[in-house]
């Protein structure tokens, strides 16, 4: 397998523009998380879903953030619109807990720009 | 909700002596504590993790300690090489099969030759 895959790698964008971030979790893996990783704030959990059903999402900052999971292979995180201040290293990652396995794997991270 | 403390924010040793992290959490229905490696501009790895029916668990240079009593795990790295580097972070997830995480603020480990 090749692990969890994130697209795009690096994303610059300006302010108010809106923002799309992909994610292919590990096949066969039922968790999916987004984290959001800044030197202030560290690893934030944003949201999961398991079976592609948003499970919580408290940790979404605001309104502006919105994810969807339209089927086991693919998620999206997206920021309309995109303020200078969502600038971070953003993270999926996919788990598997009922086969024994709790350990959450991380793609490659997405890091965005937003000037 | 849960909540991790890490100790500390940066930890510089000497190549070969060890180093020790050390983090508390807030929710005693946590059961389970795993440690991710993070090295510069790459992806948090798995490097050990243990669950709340184990006191302690080593793998080769590295070993987690457990004290459920007052709720605090600690990473052990013996040996300590320049590969060793890197930020460290400490999580821990409340029961169930969700395993969410909740990590703590990391530390940044520098190895000198």
């Known amino acids: 397998d090749a692990g969890v895959i994130q697209s795009p790698r690096h994303e610059v964008t300006e302010m108010g523009q809106e923002v799309t971030l992909r994610c292919k979790p590990i096949s066969g893996h039922d968790y999916l998380f987004w984290y959001r990783q800044t030197m202030m704030r560290g690893l934030e959990l944003l949201i999961y879903?398991?079976?592609?059903?948003?499970?919580?999402d408290s940790g979404m900052p605001e309104d502006r953030f919105s994810a969807k999971m339209p089927n086991a292979s693919f998620s999206t995180l997206k920021i309309q619109p995109s303020e200078p201040r969502d600038s971070a290293v953003y993270f999926c990652?996919?788990?598997?807990?009922?086969?024994?396995?709790?350990?959450?794997?991380f793609g490659p991270g997405t890091r965005l720009t937003v000037l | 909700g849960e909540n991790v403390e890490q100790h500390p924010s940066t930890l510089s040793v000497q190549e070969g002596d060890s180093a020790v992290i050390k983090c508390t959490y807030s929710d005693s229905a946590s059961n389970y504590f795993p440690w991710y490696k993070q090295e510069l501009g790459k992806r948090p790895q798995l490097i050990i993790d243990?669950?709340?029916?184990?006191g302690e668990k080593k793998d080769q240079r590295i070993a987690v300690t457990l004290n459920k009593t007052a709720k605090h795990f600690s990473l052990h790295i013996t040996e300590t090489q320049p590969e060793d580097s890197a930020v460290y972070f400490c999580?821990?997830?409340?029961?169930?099969?969700?395993?969410?995480?909740?990590f703590g603020s990391g530390t940044q480990l520098t190895v000198l030759p």
């Open positions: 243990i669950r709340s029916n184990v």
């Open positions: 879903f398991n079976n592609n059903v948003p499970i919580d």
């Open positions: 990652a996919s788990s598997n807990p009922a086969a024994g396995g709790a350990e959450q794997f």
């Open positions: 999580a821990a997830s409340p029961s169930g099969s969700a395993r969410q995480l909740t």
